[in-house]
């Protein structure tokens, strides 16, 4: 593994650690903010507005963060240079 490979990895990660914290203050932020105009009839408008972006952003840190190693290895394909 080449030095460009493994800073791929790692920028790969950091990305997904990003969206990852991101997601996760996005839905604290939310739960918190909707506490109290909570209404058990609109449930599904509830989720959908309050819910579903936070956890789409999880969703995407996580996914990033267990494939990093080949996107990271996709993303280095052809920046080692053979002469280095």
């Known amino acids: 593994m080449g030095k460009s490979t493994s800073a791929a990895i790692l920028a790969v990660r950091l990305l997904g650690l990003f969206w990852l914290v991101a997601g996760l203050w996005m839905l604290a ?8 105009e909570f209404n058990p009839s609109f449930i599904g ?13 999880v969703g995407v840190g ?7 190693r080949r996107l990271g290895r996709r993303l280095a394909r052809g920046l080692d240079s053979p002469d280095a």
Do not use: C, D, G, K
Not at 45 to 57: D, E, G, V
Not at 62 to 68: A, E
């Open 29 to 36: 932020a939310n739960v918190i903010e909707s506490a109290t």
């Open 45 to 57: 408008y509830y989720l959908q507005s309050q819910l579903l972006r936070p956890l789409l952003a």
């Open 62 to 68: 996580l996914m990033l963060f267990i494939f990093s």
